[in-house]
Structure formats: C-alpha cells, structure tokens
C-alpha cells in the first residue's frame, strides 16, 4: 500500500512538472490569493479563467502587462501595466476577498544587468516597437550597424531604446522620471 500511495504522488509530481514545463501560460505568474492592485486597470475581459486571463496578459502587444487581477466570482479580470511594487503594494482587505492577484514573474535577461527605475537620457540609436525585455536583449546582442552596450525598457509602452552608451560613458542614470517608466538593462 505504502509503495502505491508514493508511485501515486510520484506520478502527480510528473503531471504537475508536466504541465508547467508544457508552457500553460499561468506558469509565468505566481498567485497571490485575496488581493488586487487598486485602480490601475488596463483592460477588462469578462467570461475568462485564470489561464485565459495570462494568456492575454503574455500575448498583450499595445502594452506590457505585468500582471492581471481576477474577480474570482464573475469570471472577469483586469490587465494591468502595473506591478504591486510600482503602485505601492497591493490590497488585500476588499470585503469577502474577492480578487486573486497573479503577478508576471521577472524574467531573468541573460547576459545584462537590470536597474529598475532609470534610464539613460538622450542616447537612442534604435527604437523597438511591441518586444518584451528579452527581445530587446536579443535585438541589442544580435545588432552590426553599432555596438550595443545597453538599452532601456519602457515598462508601460513595450518598447526599448538600443543605445552604443553604457550609464558610465554618459555620467550615470537618470532615476527621477515622473512614474517611473523605463528599466535600464546595462550588458554584461
């Protein structure tokens, strides 16, 4: 009995390593149960699971989506722009708790250092339209017309700037953007 309870969970492991391994979309977001960010809403969708609502956050292209807010009792969500660390945390005493909050997880980006909140002024050579953070990352390594030394990430927009400049070169980053709306990616 005992060695088909453990064949049994061994079995679950797989499906459940399975699964995420097999790319569903919710396996990019981690959950956190009863909360929300409050009114940073940036497309509604109704009649939707969980799993629907990451795909559209993953596949959003008039902006990068952070993460999404799921009513869990109306099968609705809204698509935020917005991180609980860009708004200040999240919310988590609504009345009969009904939202989850699935937040997007950072991706590492092999090969750059990532400064959040800054960005260099003034020194674009090349501008990328509807790309995440890794495809920037690619476009920057990948680039022959110059050298790509950086780029910076505007989070709301999806859009990157490519830049021959290093925050050294042009005597630092710039922190002090009105709501913060760029990531510097510096490459190692």
Same mark, same amino acid.
């Given at each position: 009995?005992k060695?088909?309870?453990?064949?049994v969970?061994?079995?679950?492991?797989?499906?459940?390593?399975?699964? +995420?391994? &097999?790319?569903?979309?919710? /396996?990019?977001?981690?959950?956190?149960?009863?909360?929300?960010i409050? !009114?940073?809403?940036?497309?509604?969708?109704?009649?939707?699971s @969980?799993?629907?609502?990451?795909?559209?956050?993953?596949? &959003?292209?008039?902006f990068y989506?952070?993460?999404f807010?799921?009513?869990?009792n109306?099968?609705?969500?809204?698509?935020?722009? =917005?991180?609980a660390?860009? +708004?200040?945390?999240?919310?988590?005493? *609504?009345? !009969?708790?009904?939202?989850d909050?699935?937040?997007?997880?950072?991706?590492?980006?092999? !090969?750059?250092?990532?400064? @959040?909140?800054?960005?260099? /002024?003034?020194?674009n050579?090349?501008?990328? =339209?509807? +790309?995440? @953070?890794?495809d920037?990352?690619?476009?920057?390594?990948?680039?022959?017309? #110059?050298?790509?030394?950086? #780029?910076? #990430? *505007?989070?709301?927009k999806?859009k990157?700037?490519?830049?021959?400049?290093?925050?050294?070169?042009?005597?630092?980053? =710039?922190?002090?953007? @009105?709501?913060?709306?760029?990531?510097? *990616?510096?490459r190692?």
């Amino acid at each position: 009995m005992k060695l088909k309870k453990s064949i049994v969970y061994l079995i679950s492991i797989f499906i459940l390593v399975g699964t +995420v391994m &097999a790319g569903g979309y919710l /396996s990019s977001f981690i959950r956190i149960p009863n909360a929300a960010i409050s !009114g940073h809403n940036t497309r509604h969708l109704t009649n939707v699971s @969980p799993e629907d609502c990451a795909r559209a956050c993953a596949q &959003a292209t008039n902006f990068y989506c952070k993460s999404f807010d799921y009513y869990k009792n109306s099968r609705a969500c809204d698509l935020s722009n =917005k991180s609980a660390e860009d +708004v200040g945390g999240l919310k988590t005493n *609504y009345d !009969g708790n009904p939202y989850d909050h699935y937040a997007r997880m950072q991706l590492e980006v092999p !090969g750059y250092t990532r400064t @959040p909140n800054a960005a260099i /002024s003034g020194y674009n050579n090349k501008n990328l =339209k509807n +790309v995440t @953070p890794q495809d920037c990352a690619r476009a920057c390594s990948a680039e022959t017309s #110059f050298y790509c030394k950086s #780029f910076d #990430f *505007y989070k709301g927009k999806s859009k990157c700037d490519l830049s021959d400049k290093s925050a050294w070169d042009v005597g630092g980053l =710039k922190t002090d953007y @009105p709501g913060n709306p760029y990531d510097h *990616y510096a490459r190692n």
